[in-house]
């Protein structure tokens, strides 16, 4: 059986708020960085993400990405000063689907956070938010308000 498969076609657990600005920023942070893969934080309260923290990609390729230790713990004190909490890790396939990879589910930190991948293979960029469990993953809806 494949080790990175889906849990089920999509979790029943209702949607994930996200502000239209919000939502375009972190696209256009990820237009910005093609040709390589784009990456940061979502944070919120709740399902509603409130406010994204575009980071560096350090390792400047099309297929990973990297973030010092560092910048992730100088970024996640900001979150908690803000009184939001850790929603989502987000990156971009620049010439791949928005499906997570074996690279994708065996580099995730924290199955307790989500991964969100925008995918710029088609003219339109398509963004899925998935939860983890087990190299295992299931989609949440995305609702812009």
Request: negative net charge; charged residues 25%.
């Amino acid at each position: 059986m494949e080790e990175n498969k889906i849990m089920n076609e999509t979790l029943n657990e209702g949607p994930i708020l996200f502000s239209k600005g919000i939502f375009n920023e972190m696209i256009q942070h990820g237009m910005e960085c093609i040709p390589y893969e784009a990456c940061g934080l979502l944070s919120g309260k709740e399902n509603h993400v409130i406010t994204i923290w575009p980071l560096k990609n350090e390792r400047k390729s099309q297929k990973q990405f990297f973030v010092s230790e560092k910048i992730v713990e100088q970024t996640l004190k900001e979150i908690e000063k803000s009184g939001e909490f850790l929603q989502a890790i987000y990156h971009t396939h620049p010439t791949t689907s928005p499906i997570p990879s074996s690279v994708d589910l065996a580099n995730h930190a924290d199955e307790n956070i989500a991964m969100v991948i925008i995918s710029y293979k088609q003219k339109t960029p398509l963004v899925k938010w998935y939860v983890l469990m087990h190299k295992q993953y299931a989609e949440r809806i995305i609702t812009l308000i």
